[in-house]
């Protein structure tokens, strides 16, 4: 179930990854909310490159400098991709010993790739904003129900 307070957190996602996000793409912010009763911010992140890259919004990107369509392959040719998305980095980023049964907050559905590693770190339950165009969600809710991680869509932040 939807609360004021997930709304909360993904209206602070969409706000970090206009201000923060790197990538010239699309900007996604993750947070990862300790779920003891004080819902204390125990990781957080946006999609862009490590640091000491050139930031895709500098020109650093094959993806944009060769106008790859979306849903291209991110691990070769033409859409090779360097940044690591939101919820990774912000599960790079945490402490991962507080992980288990946490909340993770992020601006658009995650990638199967994405999926793997939150399941990995022992989240319980994803919130996200619906993206329509994302491809192959199914693929990644059948993963996360397989892998008990509650997923919930949000599609209006009102």
Same mark, same amino acid.
């Given at each position: 179930? &939807? ?13 970090? @990854?206009?201000?923060? @996000?790197?990538?010239?793409? @699309? ?5 990862? &909310?300790? !779920? ?20 895709? &919004? ?31 980095? /912000?599960?790079?980023?945490? !402490? ?18 994405? /999926?793997?590693?939150? @399941?990995? /770190? ?10 329509? !165009? ?21 599609? !209006?932040?009102?």
């Amino acid at each position: 179930m &939807i609360t004021t307070r997930d709304i909360k957190w993904l209206k602070a996602c969409v706000s970090c @990854a206009e201000i923060f @996000a790197t990538c010239a793409k @699309a900007q996604f912010w993750c947070f990862i &909310i300790e !779920d003891n009763g004080y819902g204390r911010i125990i990781g957080q992140g946006y999609n862009g490159v490590p640091a000491g890259m050139k930031h895709c &919004i500098d020109g650093g990107c094959p993806r944009w400098i060769n106008k790859v369509p979306h849903g291209t392959p991110y691990d070769y040719g033409d859409g090779l991709c360097y940044s690591s998305h939101a919820e990774v980095s /912000a599960l790079a980023h945490g !402490d991962g010993s507080r992980y288990k049964g946490s909340t993770l907050y992020v601006n658009g559905p995650p990638c199967l790739t994405c /999926a793997k590693s939150i @399941a990995a /770190a022992g989240i319980g339950r994803i919130v996200c904003l619906s993206q329509s !165009d994302r491809l192959y969600t199914d693929v990644t809710e059948a993963f996360l129900a397989a892998a008990n991680v509650e997923l919930e869509y949000v599609s !209006d932040l009102s």
